[in-house]
């Protein structure tokens, strides 16, 4: 069953957010980070300088280890390759220096829309979209034991590997539910015959991302125009669940997004 109570949010504030989130430019979403943290008293933010973590990525993520220190993980090119990897940095004076972690590579494929997230044993998912254009489009997971252990391919959340229809599923979202399950929220072209654009899909893993069980819709408009995406789910102070999402209603090449929400007691129904 889809998580129910959709609303709508500031739709200034989403549309930033969406193109903040293509630079790796890190102050605003790090301070945002900060304050959702759970028990952390909300206070007035105080707008100090900018830091930068790559002036060459894109698309960045980041996750608030259990050591205190901080990783990032963005998209990256590099320079004569037409192939997109991902990029890991750690931090440890919360945010404001950075030191390369490591490289995360497929031959051939462009990898991008990281996002990652620590599980109560210590390993570290990261998730991630991996593509070949017209050919092959993925949402995986690769793990490490620890933040400065090599990261390898554990496995694939979902696919589209007939791709000459260039339908994609992009911009995974992890979150550890309280039972120990790993819900994997992300965006998802492969339902048009049944009237969606694109719809946010969610799939459970209940062996800490080694499987994952069957989609189920989370949001989604059956008009073939509405476009969810960038999905991010967070616990509220009510122990409730929320996720919101960026969506294009107007379709095409989405210039004026809105931000918009909807309400789990679980974040699976």
Same mark, same amino acid.
């Given at each position: 069953?889809?998580?129910?109570?959709?609303?709508?949010?500031?739709?200034? =504030?989403?549309?930033?957010?969406?193109?903040?989130?293509?630079?790796?430019? $890190?102050? =605003?979403?790090?301070?945002?980070?900060?304050?959702?943290?759970?028990?952390?008293?909300?206070?007035?933010?105080? &707008?100090?300088?900018?830091?930068?973590?790559?002036?060459?990525?894109? &698309?960045?993520?980041?996750?608030?280890?259990?050591?205190? %220190? &901080?990783?990032?993980?963005?998209?990256?090119?590099?320079?004569?390759?037409?192939? %997109?990897?991902?990029?890991?940095?750690?931090?440890?004076?919360? @945010?404001?220096?950075?030191?390369?972690?490591?490289?995360?590579?497929?031959?051939?494929?462009?990898?991008?829309?990281?996002? =990652?997230?620590?599980?109560?044993?210590?390993?570290?998912?990261?998730? @991630?979209?991996?593509?070949?254009?017209?050919?092959?489009?993925?949402?995986? $997971?690769?793990?490490? /034991?620890?933040?400065? /252990?090599?990261?390898?391919?554990?496995?694939?959340?979902?696919?589209?590997?007939? +791709?000459?229809?260039?339908? +994609?599923? &992009?911009?995974?979202?992890?979150?550890?539910?309280?039972?120990?399950?790993?819900?994997?929220?992300?965006?998802?072209?492969?339902?048009?015959?049944?009237?969606?654009?694109?719809?946010?899909?969610?799939?459970?893993?209940?062996?800490?991302?080694?499987?994952?069980?069957?989609?189920?819709?989370?949001?989604?408009?059956?008009? +073939?125009?509405?476009?969810?995406?960038?999905?991010?789910?967070?616990?509220?102070?009510?122990?409730?669940? @929320?996720? %919101?999402?960026?969506?294009?209603?107007?379709?095409?090449?989405?210039?004026?997004?809105?931000?918009?929400?909807?309400?789990?007691?679980? +974040?699976?129904?």
């Amino acid at each position: 069953m889809p998580i129910n109570s959709e609303g709508k949010v500031m739709t200034n =504030l989403a549309t930033a957010l969406r193109f903040l989130n293509r630079s790796v430019r $890190i102050l =605003l979403l790090s301070l945002l980070a900060l304050t959702l943290l759970p028990g952390r008293a909300r206070a007035q933010v105080t &707008w100090g300088s900018s830091v930068t973590v790559d002036s060459s990525g894109s &698309w960045l993520r980041l996750v608030h280890l259990q050591d205190g %220190s &901080w990783l990032a993980a963005y998209a990256y090119t590099p320079s004569g390759s037409s192939n %997109s990897e991902i990029e890991i940095q750690r931090s440890i004076d919360d @945010m404001r220096t950075w030191s390369y972690v490591q490289t995360v590579s497929q031959s051939g494929r462009n990898l991008g829309n990281a996002q =990652l997230t620590q599980l109560p044993n210590g390993a570290i998912l990261l998730a @991630m979209r991996s593509i070949v254009t017209g050919v092959s489009y993925r949402v995986q $997971i690769y793990s490490a /034991s620890s933040y400065n /252990s090599p990261f390898s391919f554990l496995s694939v959340i979902d696919a589209n590997e007939n +791709g000459s229809n260039d339908l +994609g599923v &992009w911009e995974p979202f992890l979150f550890v539910l309280p039972n120990g399950n790993i819900a994997a929220f992300y965006a998802d072209e492969l339902h048009q015959s049944q009237g969606y654009n694109q719809l946010i899909g969610e799939r459970l893993s209940t062996n800490n991302g080694a499987t994952w069980g069957s989609e189920t819709i989370a949001s989604g408009v059956t008009d +073939g125009v509405s476009r969810p995406g960038e999905p991010y789910l967070t616990m509220m102070a009510n122990g409730s669940y @929320m996720l %919101s999402t960026e969506d294009c209603p107007q379709g095409g090449t989405c210039t004026s997004p809105g931000g918009y929400y909807k309400v789990s007691t679980d +974040g699976v129904t």
